[in-house]
């Protein structure tokens, strides 16, 4: 064995402890194999004040790449743990490492993921280091006058939600009712951010009644799902019919339970009959809403069965589940799309495209990274251009994490999208409301819940993150960024809408856990310049999402904070529950086709310019 196979061999021995860590894929664990790939070649780590940016060239047929570093060139190479858990792996580079010392020289090489399982070879080791002082300067330069293509709003395709029967419960928390309020904020979710579909747990567990056995005999009542999805229907959006969990009295082992509600997570111990239920429930519902409705609902099998907590069968007996399911689906109506995994950290993606039942589009999981890119092993198995749902994301996958309160949670959030336009069909946020109770409901307004929006239903600054990326027009512009940490740290998404106006989103962020309270080291200058502009004058208006600006956190502390507001408190959150801008809007007049302006980034932080023509 060579050096480099030594090397190699003890980072893939490191990945499958990593893997196995905290049950990430607690059916998989340890079970790394060395994938068919080439080491990345063309690597390059630049230092930068605070960051130290990687980047390398892309191996054909990797899904992402395992960034590892080491303080010798002869390692031992770690993975670049950013604390985000799941899988540290990203889609793509460049990759800003945030976790190092300035001023310290370490070793960085990449390694390739054919799946989460399956790791390449590691990239010849390339030497650099951080700063820890000197200029930051970022240069944003945006041609006007181009055509990127349509923008793929990759964030209106679909939302998470606590089980849908929620949105039946007469119940409250911190004194807001919780039906009503999930009501309203799944409706806002659709209204302001053009969101179509939500997607959740249990729409057969016990508490909408769908199934139950009287001598023996199956029981079937509907009247349930229907006034949840009629509910859903009427807010303006779809399901995706996640097909979860196991009836009561359908189930083998019905003790096996998770959440508080106790969805059984049991397989069936009558297959016959778990697949009539599942015939029946699709006859229904295309009786209900019509076969042209239910054909543009996508059904999904279970909730990652990867996780024992989950699924307390077998993985063989996971796919039988599958099988079984798909074909009582396509029964109904071959037209009807049915997909999965459905898995955690991205998890079982190869058997599902394995299975030997129908397959329409491919979903899975994955928290604190961006998404990983499933084209080239969709296309692997022979099925390019299939549909790819990440049905769960988000920056944390931990209950109650105060993270996902921040600003940089939203700067987080914006990377993920940006990553996954034109990519993947659609990327779940996870959830749309505080207004949740997997493992108990929320004790606090801010209590680290998974929602853009808190009970009562004010917007978090994930929620105006996307609410700024509405703002973008539908015609993408080509983005140049220059500098320190420039398409690292700091990023940029571009668009024109018809009337000529000009929207440039931009966003100073790290996936580094460590940094989420902010570090003036990662703080930049930045010159955002447009050009290819009609002259004439312009309306410039500049929105902010920062520590001071559009932050509920920030808010709710300058009212003296705890656990709940009372009436004052409501209102004063109510009437600050808006977009800030960092100056006031002014004229501005634009000479050779061009303008600049300059201002302060810090980390984490949103900026949103406007160029208005007239």
Same mark, same amino acid.
């Given at each position: ?44 780590? $630049?230092?930068?004040?605070?960051? $130290? ?59 390739? /993921? ?12 390339v030497p650099a280091a951080s700063t820890a002082d000197g200029p930051a300067d970022v240069t944003v330069t945006v041609p006007a006058d181009r055509d990127a293509g349509p923008l793929h709003r990759v964030w209106q395709e679909v939302v998470g939600s606590e089980h849908l029967s929620h949105l039946l419960s007469p119940d409250s928390t911190g004194g807001r009712p919780i039906g009503p309020e999930l009501r309203d904020a799944l409706r806002r979710v659709h209204q302001e951010l053009g969101v179509r579909y939500v997607r959740a747990h249990a729409i057969l567990c016990d508490d909408l009644g769908v199934y139950r056995e009287v001598d023996g ?12 999805y009629d509910t859903v229907r009427a807010i303006g959006m779809r399901p995706v019919v996640e097909l979860s969990y196991m009836p009561r009295d359908l189930a083998r082992d019905p003790s096996q339970t998770v959440f508080i509600y106790q969805a059984v997570s049991s397989p069936p111990r009558d297959w016959d009959r778990w697949a009539m239920l599942i015939r029946e429930l699709v006859a229904h519902l295309i009786e209900r809403y019509g076969a042209d409705e239910v054909r543009q609902w996508p059904f999904e099998v279970w909730n990652e069965a990867n996780l024992s907590v989950f699924w307390s069968g077998t993985p063989a007996e996971f796919w ?8 009582? $689906? ?31 589009? /491919? ?25 790819? @749902? ?16 921040? $600003?940089?949670?939203?700067?987080? /959030? ?60 539908? %015609? ?96 004063? @959150? ?16 634009? %000479? ?8 302060? @980034? ?6 949103? /310019? ?5």
């Amino acid at each position: 064995m060579t050096v480099e196979e030594a090397v190699t061999a003890q980072a893939r021995e490191r990945w499958a402890r990593l893997m196995g860590a905290g049950g990430a894929q607690d059916r998989a664990a340890g079970e790394i194999e060395e994938a068919n790939l080439p080491a990345p070649v063309g690597l390059r780590a $630049v230092g930068g004040r605070g960051q $130290v940016s990687v980047s390398w060239d892309a191996v054909p047929g990797a899904i992402g790449y395992a960034v590892h570093r080491a303080t010798e060139p002869a390692g031992p190479f770690e993975v670049v743990d950013h604390g985000g858990g799941d899988v540290l792996a990203v889609p793509h580079g460049p990759y800003a490492d945030t976790t190092g010392e300035p001023g310290h020289r370490y070793w960085y090489a990449v390694a390739p /993921l054919a799946t989460v399982n399956a790791m390449g070879p590691l990239s010849e080791p390339v030497p650099a280091a951080s700063t820890a002082d000197g200029p930051a300067d970022v240069t944003v330069t945006v041609p006007a006058d181009r055509d990127a293509g349509p923008l793929h709003r990759v964030w209106q395709e679909v939302v998470g939600s606590e089980h849908l029967s929620h949105l039946l419960s007469p119940d409250s928390t911190g004194g807001r009712p919780i039906g009503p309020e999930l009501r309203d904020a799944l409706r806002r979710v659709h209204q302001e951010l053009g969101v179509r579909y939500v997607r959740a747990h249990a729409i057969l567990c016990d508490d909408l009644g769908v199934y139950r056995e009287v001598d023996g005999e199956p029981r079937l009542d509907f009247t349930g799902i229907d006034r949840v999805y009629d509910t859903v229907r009427a807010i303006g959006m779809r399901p995706v019919v996640e097909l979860s969990y196991m009836p009561r009295d359908l189930a083998r082992d019905p003790s096996q339970t998770v959440f508080i509600y106790q969805a059984v997570s049991s397989p069936p111990r009558d297959w016959d009959r778990w697949a009539m239920l599942i015939r029946e429930l699709v006859a229904h519902l295309i009786e209900r809403y019509g076969a042209d409705e239910v054909r543009q609902w996508p059904f999904e099998v279970w909730n990652e069965a990867n996780l024992s907590v989950f699924w307390s069968g077998t993985p063989a007996e996971f796919w039988r589940l599958y099988e079984v399911t798909a074909r009582a $689906v396509k029964e109904v109506d071959p037209a009807i799309r049915v997909g999965g995994p459905a898995s955690a950290a991205v998890g079982w993606i190869d058997s599902q495209l394995s299975v030997s039942a129908p397959v329409d589009f /491919l979903s899975t999981h994955i928290y604190g990274s961006p998404p990983l890119d499933l084209r080239p092993l969709a296309e692997a198995y022979g099925r390019p251009g299939l549909d790819i @749902l990440w049905t769960e994301w988000g920056v944390t996958a931990r209950h109650g994490s105060e993270i996902n309160d921040t $600003v940089f949670a939203a700067a987080f /959030l914006l990377r993920g999208m940006r990553s996954a336009s034109r990519r993947v069909a659609g990327l779940a946020p996870w959830v749309a409301s505080d207004h949740f109770e997997e493992l108990g409901r929320p004790p606090r307004l801010l209590h680290g819940g998974f929602g853009l929006l808190t009970v009562g239903n004010l917007a978090k600054p994930k929620f105006w993150a996307l609410a700024l990326a509405s703002r973008l027009g539908d %015609t993408e512009l080509p983005v140049r960024l220059d500098g320190d940490g420039a398409g690292s740290l700091v990023e940029a998404w571009a668009a024109r809408q018809a009337d000529g106006t000009v929207g440039v989103l931009l966003w100073n962020g790290t996936l580094d856990h460590a940094r989420a309270a902010g570090w003036s080291l990662l703080d930049r200058q930045v010159t955002v310049r447009v050009t290819g502009l009609p002259d004439g004058e312009y309306a410039l208006r500049h929105w902010r999402v920062d520590e001071h600006h559009s932050n509920l956190a920030a808010t709710w502390s300058s009212l003296g904070g705890g656990d709940w507001p009372d009436e004052a408190g409501w209102q004063a @959150l109510r009437a600050a529950d808006r977009i800030e801008e960092l100056a006031p809007p002014r004229r501005v007049t634009v %000479t050779s086709g061009a303008i600049e302006e300059s201002f302060e @980034l810090p980390n984490p932080s949103i900026s949103y /310019l406007e160029l208005r023509p007239g």
